[in-house]
């Protein structure tokens, strides 16, 4: 029997991630090297005094539910970090902890849009925002962020944007895919923006501890008294910490949207894992020696790297300030390799070269590809270099 599914799900878009993902997977069970360069978590464990911390509750018997928005140590660490890192205060009824920042998202856009609100999305962005938008009624309008702004949108272009159903505005900073942070400036002239037009933000902060060279990160919650008000933040332990497996984020914000959210929380997944969230309490009090030292390597791979990737042949890309991706605008290197398209030539490289990247359609960005350093620095140099050797082979002068 051929089961009628719900409208909501017609309107999901497959994911190229899970396509490219299962492909290399596929190759991988051949016996074929392929490397993967498509990782979205860091490739450290969790650090000892984390799961220390998570043991310990376990063997204590705190095992059992607890209060669906989150356990009050928690709420109490996650309020302490916001003071400490950017100066914002907060109440226990202005935060939710969730099953991770994605889920945390998930649950505010249910309880925050109705049919047809419409909330805009920077290009490029996580391959979700548009996804959770349409599963809750949700209509995304896109504004493009073009590789001369940086992959970051204008406060300009938002109010060009906005009309009487826009109700809010995706910010993620440092972002992935493009590992740009909007500056303060940058963030006061959207904060006045949407004060303007009278629309919330959504503030994505999970990279916030993924900062390299003078770059600096910045809340828009920080920007003024009124942005703070309209703001939800969105983070979690899961980049800072090497904690995706543990499924813990928050928000922070009005507290009759948290309350929203609680409440939701509490009929669809009663509470986030005990021991998860016992693990987070010390990952935000405890020391943040493997934070700082984690964020150092990445730091240490990027610069060995990407004067590798801009050496590739029609790759033109931006230097990441944050995150772990690199996006090179590889429409060039495609074309002149044959290419109908970046996404045939993305394949072409996992079956030829076999090394697999994410297409930057999934982002919205058709003509660039993401590459994740967070794998080691040997394979990510055995990557870059089967890469560029691919290129060097296919290419083709009389395209010009």
Request: charge should be neutral; aromatic fraction near 8%; proline fraction near 5%.
């Given at each position: 029997m051929k089961p009628q599914l719900a409208n909501r799900v017609h309107t999901l878009t497959p994911s190229t991630t899970l396509a490219i993902t299962a492909k290399a997977k596929d190759l991988k069970e051949q016996?074929?090297?392929?490397?993967?360069?498509?990782?979205?978590?860091?490739?450290?464990?969790?650090?000892?005094n984390i799961l220390d911390a998570a043991l310990k509750s376990m063997n204590e018997g705190k095992t059992k539910y607890t209060p669906a928005g989150g356990l009050p140590a928690l709420k109490k660490a996650v309020i302490d970090k916001l003071q400490r890192d950017q100066e914002l205060s907060y109440e226990p009824s202005e935060i939710l902890v969730g099953i991770g920042a994605k889920h945390v998202l998930y649950t505010f856009f249910q309880v925050f849009l109705n049919e047809l609100d419409e909330v805009i999305i920077p290009i490029p962005y996580w391959v979700s925002y548009p996804e959770q938008v349409k599963l809750a009624g949700g209509v995304p309008v896109y504004i493009e962020g073009t590789a001369k702004q940086q992959y970051k949108i204008t406060a300009q272009q938002i109010k060009s944007a906005i009309t009487d159903k826009t109700r809010a505005i995706i910010l993620n900073s440092p972002s992935n895919p493009s590992g740009m942070i909007y500056s303060e400036t940058e963030l006061q002239e959207i904060a006045l923006v949407c004060k303007e037009a009278n629309i919330w933000i959504i503030s994505d902060e999970?990279?916030?501890?993924?900062?390299?060279?003078d770059a600096q990160h910045v809340s828009i919650a920080q920007v003024s008294d009124d942005?703070?008000?309209?703001?939800?933040?969105?983070?979690?332990?899961?980049?800072?910490?090497s904690m995706t497996g543990w499924r813990i984020g928050y928000a922070a914000g009005n507290k009759q949207i948290i309350k929203a959210m609680t409440d939701l929380a509490s009929h669809s997944t009663s509470n986030p894992a005990t021991t998860s969230q016992y693990a987070a309490i010390e990952a935000y009090t405890g020391t943040q020696d493997?934070?700082?030292?984690?964020?150092a390597a990445f730091e240490s791979r990027l610069e060995?790297?990407?004067?590798k990737v801009t050496a590739i042949p029609g790759?033109?890309?931006?230097?990441p300030q944050g995150a772990f991706y690199l996006l090179p605008d590889v429409s060039e290197a495609a074309r002149m390799t044959g290419y109908v398209s970046v996404d045939a030539f993305v394949e072409a490289i996992l079956t030829e070269a076999n090394v697999a990247v994410i297409p930057g359609s999934g982002f919205g960005a058709p003509s660039t590809i993401r590459l994740s350093y967070a794998t080691s620095l040997d394979l990510l140099e055995a990557a870059v270099a089967r890469i560029d050797s691919f290129v060097r082979s296919k290419w083709q002068e009389d395209l010009l």
């Open positions: 016996g074929i090297d392929v490397i993967g360069l498509g990782a979205g978590e860091p490739d450290y464990n969790t650090p000892q999970i990279y916030e501890k993924l900062i390299y060279g942005a703070k008000e309209r703001t939800i933040i969105i983070n979690g332990v899961s980049k800072s910490h493997a934070v700082e030292e984690m964020r060995i790297i990407f004067p790759f033109k890309v931006l230097k």
